[in-house]
Nanobody, 116 residues
């Protein structure tokens, strides 16, 4: 079993920055892909960014150039650096871990609110 704990959310003004963290813990597991997703009120959950075990990354078009995903493999922590935040980035952000065995785990989510 894997536990994921997100942190770093909060209230920020437009144009500001936040860094989200996702710490993975639990019994022995092999990480394949870790990713960030978000869900705004009344909308479906969408993928924001992903990073493979080899460090390859991809981003949603809406965040390219503003968000950066990274991970510390030794500590099993994933980060999402969010710059130039916009009101439309407001959502609950979730981290997801996909194991080599094909099992998916989700965190509980952290609220990000971008407002003046």
């Amino acid at each position: 079993q894997v536990q994921l704990v997100e942190s770093g959310g909060g209230l920020v003004q437009p144009g500001g920055s936040l860094r989200l963290s996702c710490a993975a813990s639990g019994s022995s597991f092999s990480v394949n892909v870790m990713s960030w997703h978000r869900q705004a009120p009344g909308k479906q959950r969408e993928s924001v960014a992903a990073i493979t075990r080899y460090g390859a990354t991809n981003y949603a078009d809406s965040v390219k150039g503003r968000f950066t995903i990274s991970r510390d493999n030794a500590k099993n922590i994933m980060y999402l650096q969010m710059n130039s935040l916009k009101p439309e980035d407001t959502a609950v952000y979730y981290c997801k871990l996909n194991t080599l065995g094909g099992v998916n785990y989700w965190g509980q989510g952290t609220q990000v609110t971008v407002s003046s």
